[in-house]
């Protein structure tokens, strides 16, 4: 008894289809759920400061404010 070949190509591409949209399911029912995440901020002032002279003048200057988490 020979196989259809277009019957068999049919039901492969059928089954690859169920699995692809079953994938996309998955990651949809996955990644739906994210809680929120809150970050204290507290700003960084005395935009012109000079560098740390212990450093070396490498490190401590900020020439802008910004804000930085707490």
Known sequence: MQ???S?????TRMTA???AV???ACVGLISTH???????MVPV???G??????TGGL???VSYNYQIGA
Do not use: E, K
């Open 3 to 5: 196989r259809n070949s």
């Open 7 to 11: 019957s068999f190509n049919a039901g």
């Open 17 to 19: 289809w169920f699995a």
């Open 22 to 24: 079953l994938a996309i």
């Open 34 to 40: 994210a809680d929120q995440i809150n970050y204290v």
């Open 45 to 47: 002032g005395n935009a």
């Open 49 to 54: 400061n000079t560098a740390d002279t212990n």
């Open 59 to 61: 490190y401590g200057a």
